[in-house]
């Protein structure tokens, strides 16, 4: 997937023939070109375009309102697009019950029949996909066994705690062992043992079933960690996609440059950190970061700028709060993550 | 969690012996209705309903002196006014009520028809119906008393409410598919189902007027009713009144043409968005209903006003029985006769029928409470014709009556009158009917419920036999 880091422009008008001009090319299972919808006369997606290869993990992100789920629910063909083009796997979308064959589904806020026992479930969403009963369930004990829900199999799923459920709904969207696989904020509301159990899952789908995974995601950490590829939306239109790693190298270069490091200490002693940083002469200032509460944002002074110079300060900086025996829990430069570019590039949006 | 397998070629088109999308789905839902869900429990209550019904009929001294075929009439559009509203409201959960528990996303998430899934669903939602039905027949049974009406009863209560019960099923899930919400859902088909109800609540003379008379053909619940009334009660033959018929078979057709051709095919997550026919169905419904009640509040009092006019004479009244043994509940049927013996043409004649108890110490009797026609209009007669008019009478309390009528000549101004003219009497004699024992009926009306709950006990036993609760066994 070619990288690019842009700053939101006008799309192009797409036409079908434009997506099936890259049917197929690189191993790519799922094309969408300048796909477009508005709801009423407010513009949900302007020009959405991506690809994504098989066995690899995109990253779909973007602030409340982005158009995320609009083109999720427009890729799964629950919402016909006002114009564009996808394909996945071959298939047009002018065929979206041929589509549906081809991809797995795990919606945001998915519901689940009161009455049914986990086997229950999986077998009769099998049978949907055209399998006779015996071979669904034999597929869906199988998969509860992936997903290690094989001993509540038996069990009413509204008895399932919600890590659970989240994981027997992406069992079913396995049930047709899909090309490719959307999965719609599938960490939300979990612990983060069962977080890191749920992005392990989530790669072994895309490693070992070479299936192409879609993640749509606001845990920017949970991104960079799982994900290939991400692409951010802002406003309904791409302003970044590519590898990860390329997006995050390509900000640095093209964003304002940050003089600001983040130190994660334990929450009772922030505020002893604080003053032991304050301390340092090249140290401007400290601040609790917004939305991480055992979070310091230090901010340098202007002198601390080039790489030599901010190392010597880093380095000073830790050695305080190692000598203090402050443990040091996390520790990065301001702008080398991918919260960063999120940030910098959906702030317009957001304001 | 172990390790996932890689895949093994993907899945292409079905191969196998598969079942098609709508039976799948129809199991699916008669199990969520069936299991737990809300038929059962509206099952449950609808069989309450009909045994507190039944137990009144026969406990109420009033009551239990309805002619039996009355009380199976009674009963049997009770029993469908219920089913039907069950239909309703299975009907307008279907699809919003999904949306609302974000299980709707994941069926149309498959590579299934739309219009399968509503046939699954609609399938399942008329599910309620044959057992409805079948708790109504011991009911049936034990207030006609072994009264012939039974068998014709249950036939044509089973023909018709299997008529209606689809088309309620499927305005319900109409409703539902254009509703964003199960509130609005639940709330515009109570509002249908008022609708169908207004022409009943019409006062009695709005209702037998050309207009009432039409406003109750149109409706298919109200045509129903009128049909088994005739049909059962009044020994009417289904020849002379299969027109009553015509609207709830086209008002099924219509509601099930809707749902299977227009909607099904187009089901989506996101309820309300076609406004444009929703708006004009809410529009149409909103008019109706106000059409309604302008006729329920204007066609009485204008027929109540109605008719003086000018004086005849040379008139004479016959009537084609003078003497009459029966029991209470019986029904008397006889002509009258009239004639006009003078030379010029009568003005237009009103014949009224009165009936008097012949014991001082009796009850008064209210001629309205005997007979559905207590008068009758005749237009204008020639010099030497005469006009034959049908009569029934339903025997509501024993004792000794006398039955007449009288003729009265339309007088010619508001300030003149007329000479009205008497018939010669019906002496009646009526004894008395075994009426229905609160005692022996009591076994129906705690049964009935009884039953359904053990049948509801015994479903979830079996369920939690099937799952794996967690709880030692």
């Given at each position: ?5 842009a700053r939101?422009?006008s799309a192009?008008?797409?036409r079908p023939?434009?997506a099936r001009?890259?049917?197929?090319s ?7 070109e300048d796909l ?6 407010r513009p ?10 098989a066995?690899r993990i995109l ?10 789920t609009?083109a ?23 065929h979206?019950?041929k589509i549906r064959?081809?991809?797995?589904v795990?919606?945001e ?5 009161r009455q049914m026992?986990g086997?229950e479930?999986?077998?009769?969403f099998?049978?949907l996909?055209?399998?006779?009963a015996?071979d669904a ?8 066994e ?7 199999a038996k069990?009413?799923i509204?008895?399932y705690?919600?890590?659970m459920?989240?994981r027997?709904?992406?069992a ?7 090309v ?6 599938p960490?939300?509301g979990?612990?983060?043992r069962?977080?890191q159990e749920l992005l392990?899952?989530v ?5 070992a079933?070479s299936?192409?995974?879609?993640l749509c ?6 991104i960079?960690v799982?994900?290939?590829d991400?692409?951010i ?6 302003v ?13 270069q093209?964003l304002?440059q940050?003089?600001?490091?983040r130190i ?5 002693l922030?505020?002893k ?7 340092i002469?090249e ?10 509460p055992d979070w310091?944002r230090v ?11 901010k190392?010597h300060i880093?380095?000073?900086i830790?050695?305080?709060l190692i000598r203090a025996k402050?443990?040091?829990l ?7 993550r991918l919260q960063?570019?999120f940030?910098s ?7 | ?5 890689p895949?093994k ?7 196998g012996?598969t079942?098609?999308?709508w039976?799948?789905?129809?199991t699916?839902?008669?199990?969520d209705l069936?299991?737990?869900g809300?038929?059962?429990y509206?099952?449950?209550i609808y069989?309450?309903l009909?045994g507190i019904l039944v ?5 109420n001294?009033?009551l239990s002196l309805?002619p ?6 009674e009963m049997?559009?009770?029993a469908m006014?219920?089913?039907l509203?069950i239909?309703?409201i299975?009907g307008?959960?279907s699809l919003?009520g999904?949306?609302e528990r974000?299980?709707l996303e994941?069926?149309l ?6 219009r ?5 669903k609609?399938?399942?939602g008329i ?13 049936l049974?034990v207030?006609?008393?072994?009264d ?10 089973g023909?018709l409410?299997s008529?209606?019960v689809p ?14 919400s ?7 088909s109570l ?14 003379r709005?209702?037998?007027?050309a207009?009432?008379?039409?406003l109750?053909w149109?409706?298919p619940v109200?045509?129903t009713?009128?049909?088994?009334s ?6 009417r033959?289904?020849a ?7 609207s ?9 043409g809707?749902?299977f051709?227009?909607?099904?095919p187009g ?5 309300g968005?076609s ?5 004009a169905?809410r529009?149409?419904t909103?008019s109706?209903?106000l059409?309604?009640l302008i006729?329920?509040l204007?066609v009485s ?5 109605q008719?003086?006019a000018?004086q005849?004479?040379?008139l004479?009244?016959?009537i ?5 043994v029966v ?7 006889f002509n009258?006769l009239?004639t ?6 009568s ?5 009224a029928?009165?009936?008097i108890?012949l014991?001082?110490?009796g ?6 409470d ?8 005749i237009?204008?007669l020639?010099?030497g014709g005469?006009a034959?008019?049908?009569w029934?009478?339903?025997t509501?309390?024993d004792?000794?009556?006398?039955v007449y009528?009288?003729?009265i000549p ?5 300030s003149?009158?007329?000479q009205p ?5 019906i ?10 024992n609160?005692g022996?009926?009591?076994?129906y009306?705690i049964?009935?419920?009884?039953i359904v709950?053990?049948g ?8 939690r036999?099937a799952?794996?609760t967690?709880?030692?066994?």
């Open positions: 997937m070619p990288s690019r880091v939101p422009t192009k008008s797409g023939s434009k001009s890259i049917l197929r690189d191993g790519q299972i799922l094309i969408a477009r919808k508005s709801y009423g006369p949900a997606l302007r020009g959405l375009s991506f690809s994504l290869q066995g990253g779909f992100l973007g602030p409340n309102g982005a158009g995320k609009t999720i629910r427009i890729l799964t063909t629950i919402l016909e697009p006002d114009a564009g083009h996808f394909v996945v796997d071959g298939i047009g979308s002018e979206p019950e064959r081809k991809i797995g795990l919606p806020s998915l519901g689940f029949p026992t086997i479930y999986l077998t009769y099998g049978q996909y055209g399998r006779p015996a369930r034999a597929s869906g004990l199988t998969l509860l992936e997903v290690g829900l094989q001993q509540r069990s009413l509204s008895t705690s919600h890590g459920r989240q027997i709904g992406i079913r969207a396995l049930i047709n062992d899909p490719v696989v959307f999965l719609d904020e960490t939300l979990l612990d983060p069962g977080q392990s899952l790669r072994r789908i895309a490693r079933r299936a192409g995974v879609i995601s606001h845990m920017l950490s949970e960079e799982v994900c290939d991400v692409v939306l802002s406003a309904g239109q791409v970044a996609s590519g590898a990860v790693t390329k997006v995050i190298g390509q900000a640095q093209t304002p940050q003089n600001a490091v994660q200490v334990p929450s009772p922030l505020a950190a604080r003053q032991l940083l304050k301390q002469p140290v401007r200032n400290t601040a609790p970061t917004v939305g991480k310091l901010e340098l002074a202007d002198s601390a700028h080039g790489a030599s110079s190392q880093n380095n000073r830790l050695q305080a402050i443990p040091i996390g520790f990065e430069a301001e702008g080398g960063d570019v940030m590039l959906t702030e317009e949006a957001i304001e | 969690m172990s390790e996932l397998q895949a070629g993907r899945q292409g088109e079905p191969s012996r079942l098609p999308t039976w799948l789905v129809f699916r839902e008669l199990a069936w299991i737990g809300k038929a059962l509206l099952v449950l069989s309450m009909l137990y009144v009929l026969s406990f001294s009033e309805i039996p075929k009355e009380m199976v009439y049997l559009k009770n006014a219920v089913s509203f239909s309703l299975i307008a959960d919003s999904e949306r974000s299980t994941g069926l998430l498959t590579p299934t028809s739309r399968q899934i509503v046939v699954g609609f399938l399942a599910s309620a119906w044959p057992a409805a039905f079948a708790i109504a027949i011991p009911y049974y207030v006609s008393q072994g012939e009406v039974l068998g014709p009863a249950i036939l044509w209560g023909l409410g008529v209606l088309a309620y099923t499927s305005l319900g899930m109409l409703v539902s598919f254009w509703s964003s199960n509130k609005t859902s639940y709330f515009v509002g249908i189902y008022m609708l169908f109800l207004v022409p009943a609540q019409l006062p009695g709005a209702q037998t007027g207009a009432g008379q039409f109750q149109v409706n109200a045509a009713n009128h049909f088994l005739k049909h059962l009660v009044n020994y033959t289904l002379e009144f299969w027109t009553w018929l015509t709830p078979v086209v008002f099924a057709v219509l509601s099930l809707l749902l051709l227009y909607a099904g089901l989506r997550l996101e309820g968005r406004s444009r026919l929703w708006s169905v529009r149409a909103g109706l209903m059409g309604c006729l329920a204007g009092p204008a027929l109540a006003f008719g003086e000018p005849g004479s040379g004479q009244i016959s084609d029985l003078d003497y009459m029991k209470t509940g019986d029904k008397v049927e009258t009239v006009n013996q003078g030379t010029q043409a003005p237009p004649l009103i014949v029928m009165n009936i108890n014991d001082a110490k009850d008064v009797v209210d001629p309205e005997w007979s559905p026609q207590r008068t009758q209009y237009d204008s020639p010099a005469s034959s008019l049908g029934i009478i339903n509501i309390l004792g000794d009556y006398m009528m009288v003729l339309a007088p010619e101004s508001q003149a009158t007329s003219v008497a018939s010669s009497g002496h009646l004699t009526v004894t008395p009917f075994t009426r229905l609160p022996g009926v009591l076994p009306a049964g009935g419920p009884i709950l053990l509801i006990f015994l479903v979830f036993r079996l369920r036999r799952i794996d967690g709880a030692p066994r």
